[in-house]
C-alpha cells in the first residue's frame, strides 16, 4: 500500500493570503496525483488530478505541482470559502488518500 | 449532468451485513468510460477507498477490506451496491460514491454521502 502523508496537518492563514500545503508519497506516483477540498458536511470535491491540472470550474488561484514522492498544492490568496480541509490521493496503485489538512483563519 | 445518490439504512447492528445502493442519475453506468467506487470517512478522520466495480461486473477491492466486501452492479436500474459483512463499530462511518474517470482515474463525481452507524 502506498501511504501519503500530508503536513502540516492545520495551516493557520489570514484571507488574501497564501496556502502552500505538502503530500509525500511512501514511494514514486510519478504524477498520478489529485486533491480534494472538503467543507464541513459536504463531500470532497476535486481540485486537481495529474499533479498540476486543474479539474473543470476549479479557479486559477488553486496550482499544483510536483511528481515522484513530493507534492504541493498552492492557494495564491485565500478566499473566504477556501477554508476547508484539503486532502491529496495517489491513483498509481489503486486508491489512497492522505490525512488531510485543515487551512483555517488565523 | 451526472449525480450519485447512496441510500440504505443508517443503523446496522454489530456483526451483521451493511448494504448500501447508488442509484446513477443523468447518465448511464454502461456507459464504460468510468469506475464506479465506494469511499467511506469514519467520523473526524480520513477518507478511505473501498473498491470499484466497472460496468461489466468486473471488481477491484481495497486489500484491508477484501475479505468482507462485495461490490456489484444493475446497469437495468442504474445502480451500483455495498455489501460489508460482519461489521463492527469500526466501520461506523460516512460512506460515500463516487465515479472515477478513466486516465486520469479521479473521482470528478462523488454522492452527499450517507452515514452509517454500526451499534447494538
Known amino acids: 500500500e502506498i501511504v501519503m502523508t500530508q503536513s502540516p496537518a492545520t495551516l493557520s492563514v489570514s484571507p488574501g493570503e497564501r496556502a502552500t500545503l505538502s503530500c509525500r508519497a511512501s514511494q514514486s506516483v510519478s504524477s498520478n496525483l489529485a486533491w480534494y477540498q472538503q467543507k464541513p458536511g459536504q463531500a470532497p470535491r476535486l481540485l486537481i488530478y495529474g499533479a498540476s491540472t486543474r479539474a473543470t470550474g476549479i479557479p486559477a488561484r488553486f496550482s499544483g505541482s510536483g511528481s515522484g514522492t513530493e507534492f504541493t498544492l498552492t492557494i495564491s490568496s485565500l478566499q473566504s470559502e477556501d477554508f476547508a480541509v484539503y486532502y491529496c490521493?495517489?491513483?498509481?496503485?489503486?486508491?489512497?488518500f492522505g490525512q488531510g489538512t485543515k487551512v483555517e483563519i488565523k | 449532468q451526472v449525480q450519485l445518490q447512496e441510500s440504505g439504512p443508517g443503523l446496522v447492528k454489530p456483526s451483521q451485513t451493511l448494504s448500501l445502493t447508488c442509484t446513477v442519475s443523468?447518465?448511464?453506468?454502461?456507459?464504460?468510460?468510468?469506475?464506479w467506487s465506494w469511499i467511506r470517512q469514519p467520523p473526524g478522520k480520513g477518507l478511505e477507498w473501498i473498491g470499484y466495480?466497472?460496468?461489466?461486473?468486473?471488481?477491484y477491492y481495497n486489500p484491508s477490506l477484501k475479505s468482507r466486501v462485495t461490490i456489484s452492479v444493475d446497469t437495468s436500474k442504474n445502480q451500483f451496491s455495498l455489501k460489508l459483512s460482519s461489521v463492527t463499530a469500526a466501520d461506523t462511518a460516512v460512506y460515500y460514491c463516487?465515479?472515477?474517470?478513466?486516465?486520469?482515474?479521479?473521482?470528478?463525481?462523488w454522492g452527499q454521502g450517507t452515514m452509517v452507524t454500526v451499534s447494538s
Open positions: 443523468g447518465g448511464s453506468i454502461s456507459s464504460g468510460d468510468y469506475y
Open positions: 490521493q495517489q491513483y498509481n496503485n489503486w486508491w489512497t
Open positions: 466495480i466497472y460496468y461489466s461486473g468486473s471488481t
Open positions: 463516487a465515479r472515477a474517470t478513466m486516465a486520469p482515474y479521479a473521482f470528478d463525481i
